[in-house]
């Protein structure tokens, strides 16, 4: 698993990885009271997820979305699975990949084409990073894409 973010990454991906590490120095970056509607204004590709259902089988709810993702989807997939979002072929590794950031509690780095199910395939970039409750569990994740079609997004 790479927790690395590659130094031609998206900045936003980048500066969103710095702000992790750097509050992580202190505690772990916390769920409560998180300004999802600042974040979305620098990350509009953003998605907050909490896990659902039993330990080891987790689905992962999506809690709240940005516009740039409603955009790329052509649905606003709040509320929704992500199990029931995503494409039943690739579902299962994209589960797999939110459980292992829960359990390794570090931030995960991924390139790939990702889809959406109905939707063609979109090439991006994502950083996932866990949150936490006031006690060092994990509860969240952040999901930020960039799309490598975005004006100055592009990898360098």
Not at 86 to 113: C, F, G, H, N
Request: glycine fraction near 6%.
């Amino acid at each position: 698993m790479s927790n690395a973010v590659p130094a031609n990454a998206p900045s936003r991906l980048i500066q969103l990885s710095n702000d992790w590490h750097e509050l992580a120095q202190s505690r772990p970056p916390q769920s409560s009271g998180l300004p999802f509607d600042a974040l979305v204004a620098s990350h509009p590709g953003l998605g907050l997820l909490e896990p659902a259902g039993a330990e080891g089988e987790q689905d992962f709810l999506v809690v709240q979305i940005g516009p740039e993702h409603e955009a790329r989807t052509c649905r606003d997939i709040t509320g929704m699975l992500a199990s029931k979002v995503l494409p039943p072929s690739i579902a299962p590794w994209v589960l797999k990949v939110y459980r292992e950031t829960m359990q390794a509690q570090r931030p995960r780095y991924l390139e790939i084409l990702s889809c959406v199910y109905g939707l063609e395939p979109l090439d991006c970039c994502r950083l996932i990073v866990p949150l936490f409750d006031d006690r060092g569990n994990p509860t969240h994740l952040l999901d930020s894409w960039v799309w490598h079609d975005e004006p100055d997004q592009a990898l360098l």
